[in-house]
């Protein structure tokens, strides 16, 4: 098991929306690409594993942190609401979002916008964690990595 530091910010959507998606979805929103033309995954999405816990943090647009939680990653099959996911991301934990409530909330204005190169929604299918999230440090974030290992 490996711990992650991941930060969301206003770029998509806010940190209600954030909390939200978390908590009653179990679904933390995440792109395996940045864009059409590059193959290249983004910075360490491809090496989170299932049983993995991420602390999410949510920044201002001052630069400023705070932490949503900590959730595992998990399976479709050890989810809860696992109907809410669809096929695997190639060389990924990520899950595509299936038709049902969802996939209806993430259109329906939520920011979030599908992954350039799946053409879906993507992102983990967690779980709230018992750990203790650290602070938020912009120092913990090497560059503009918004996934880095603890």
């Known amino acids: 098991m490996h711990e992650w530091l991941y930060r969301a910010s206003n770029a998509k959507a806010d940190s209600t929306s954030t909390q ?10 995440r792109s395996a690409f940045a864009d059409v033309a590059h193959a290249q995954m983004i910075a360490n999405v491809a090496k989170v594993d ?9 920044i201002d647009s001052e630069g400023g942190g705070c932490s949503l939680g900590a959730y595992r990653v998990v399976g479709p099959h050890r989810h809860p609401r696992g109907q809410l996911f669809g096929a695997a991301v190639p060389r990924t934990k990520l899950r595509t979002v299936a038709d049902g409530p969802l996939r209806d909330r993430l259109r329906d ?9 799946v053409g879906e929604f993507c992102g983990w299918p967690v779980v709230r964690d018992e750990h203790v999230s650290p602070s938020y440090v912009r120092d913990l974030f090497v560059g503009r990595n918004t996934l880095v290992p603890r």
């Open 50 to 58: 299932f049983g993995d816990v991420v602390h999410l943090y949510f």
């Open 20 to 29: 939200i998606f978390a908590d009653e979805f179990g679904f933390i929103c």
């Open 109 to 117: 204005g939520s920011g979030y916008a599908v992954d350039p190169r």
